[in-house]
């Protein structure tokens, strides 16, 4: 069983561009899923309107969740965790406080103040429930990789040997199925990121080079699927 489980900040920004989004869905098949707290995060975004004097990021925002929000259960499984489970709470628990470390040694970094209360745990409840959701992939004896734009939860999920993966990821992906140039790779992240969606510092890319292929002695974790495996996955 191969899983790639989503965060909802990492879909909106494969969502800007509708074509991109499609191409993604396409390469990845039936891996893709989000836990049941992440589908209805995107619903909720989905359905909120913004007033007359909304930044353009965020029409853009509710705009990518509106086309995400169709394609769950369908496109993209909307697989809910277990209700009642002692090792599920444990573990969620776990993770839970492992983000908040990453959070606050963030902030220290940056000598920034917390996150806005409500937000906060809003974002940490998706994260928390989908790197729970990949352990457990792996617990079963399957593969898995976390799809996501926030550094604590890539931290995090580092540590329970769970691979994760960003947009710009995706998009070199995209570029060795020739499915676009590395220029236009560059341009749909540039795009998806000017307002939302900004991936940590360490995780930007440079350039246009940053989405060429990578392939080393014969081998593409990236171009992997053109042999029928997915990419992040084999």
Not at 15 to 39: C, K, P
Not at 63 to 79: C, E, F, N, S, Y
């Amino acid at each position: 069983m191969s899983k790639a489980w989503c965060d909802s900040g990492f879909l909106y920004a494969m969502a800007v561009r509708e074509s991109v989004f499609r191409a993604f869905l396409l390469l990845y098949g039936d891996t893709l899923a989000v836990t049941a707290a992440v589908a209805k995060e995107i619903r909720d975004k989905a359905r909120q309107a913004p007033g007359p004097d909304a930044s353009t990021g965020r029409w853009q925002m509710v705009r990518a969740a509106g086309r995400v929000a169709a394609v769950l259960g369908k496109d993209i499984a909307v697989l809910p965790l277990p209700e009642d489970d002692a090792t599920v709470d444990v573990m969620a628990g776990r993770v839970l406080d492992q983000l908040r470390e990453a959070d606050a040694a963030r902030h220290g970094r940056a000598g920034t103040g917390p996150d806005d209360r409500v937000a906060a745990a809003n974002k940490n409840t998706g994260e928390t429930l989908s790197i729970v959701a990949a352990i457990r992939t792996l617990t079963w004896g399957g593969t898995t990789v976390l799809l996501t734009h926030d550094g604590g939860a890539r931290e995090v999920a580092d540590l329970h040997q769970v691979a994760t993966q960003d947009m710009v990821d995706v998009l070199g992906q995209l570029v060795c199925e020739q499915q676009m140039t590395d220029e236009q790779a560059h341009a749909v992240y540039e795009a998806a990121t000017q307002s939302f969606g900004t991936l940590p510092a360490r995780d930007r890319p440079d350039g246009v080079g940053d989405y060429q292929c990578k392939a080393l002695g014969g081998a593409c974790s990236a171009c992997d699927v053109a042999n029928g495996q997915t990419p992040g996955l084999e």
